[in-house]
């Protein structure tokens, strides 16, 4: 009866303990989904505005054109009118959403991407090797928008990670594995705690007072690319570094 009432017990401690890491896991993504409607109510709402100001200075002109101080006034609108086009013309990334995904080069997202960050600080002072082993007619069905920020999130992440080393370098990899293109990034930092990687991907990680980073950005990262079919993960973390593995359906 003891043996019994211990294994019922046992039984009701994993339950409760699933029950509670599902509930973070849902309350995160629940939180990832508010944030892009307001993100997506946000674009729709500021575009509007955009173009109605862009309109009205419109009207304005023309009512103001036979004012005595008509240049002065025509120099005003101009002004709104060049910062109204400047929110038109910024591309604005559009709601996460699978529906709008497209064919994507995987090769040509990450060149493309590093190029752009590696002109500037801090990404300057950390050495980058490419070893694109993936054709470079390969694509994956996914937004470049969206996936340009997953890879931002994993780099920020390795370039952090890489702070103190004498010789900082990241490692960024392409292969086919199954039908899948591997995305992976790998530093030489100092690795992820074990406690710590038990609770990525799943909520916000609690650490020490001090410490940087909570995991959202991984989270968001994951959720990315779970939209479009694929998947995220912690491939590998040690005292040599730390490879992140990004695995994406491709299109055949």
Not at 14 to 29: C, I, M
Not at 33 to 57: K, L, V, Y
Not at 67 to 93: C, D, F, G, H, Q
Not at 125 to 152: F, G, Q
Request: aromatic fraction near 4%; glycine fraction near 6%.
């Amino acid at each position: 009866a003891l043996a019994e009432l211990a294994v019922i017990t046992i039984r009701n401690s994993e339950q409760y303990k699933e029950l509670k890491e599902t509930k973070g896991l849902v309350g995160s993504r629940t939180a990832l989904a508010w944030i892009g409607m307001m993100s997506s109510t946000w674009r729709h709402t500021i575009e509007m505005d955009a173009i109605t100001i862009r309109e009205e200075i419109q009207l304005l002109r023309s009512d103001f054109a036979r004012s005595p101080e008509s240049s002065r006034i025509a120099e005003r609108t101009a002004k709104i009118e060049r910062l109204a086009n400047r929110i038109l013309e910024k591309p604005i990334t559009p709601p996460l959403n699978v529906e709008d995904a497209h064919s994507v080069s995987i090769n040509a997202l990450i060149h493309d991407r590093t190029n752009q960050l590696w002109n500037n600080d801090p990404y300057k002072s950390v050495k980058l090797d490419l070893k694109l082993c993936l054709a470079n007619s390969a694509t994956a069905r996914t937004s470049m928008e969206w996936m340009r920020r997953c890879l931002d999130v994993l780099i920020d992440n390795a370039v952090e990670a890489t702070l103190g080393r004498p010789d900082r370098m990241i490692i960024i990899a392409s292969r086919e594995i199954g039908g899948k293109a591997e995305i992976s990034v790998t530093d030489n930092g100092k690795g992820i705690p074990e406690d710590v990687v038990s609770q990525l991907f799943r909520a916000p990680v609690k650490k020490l007072r001090g410490t940087k980073g909570l995991g959202i950005g991984l989270l968001f990262a994951q959720t990315i690319v779970q939209t479009y079919g694929g998947d995220l993960r912690c491939a590998s973390t040690g005292p040599a570094g730390t490879t992140m593995t990004i695995s994406l359906p491709l299109e055949t």
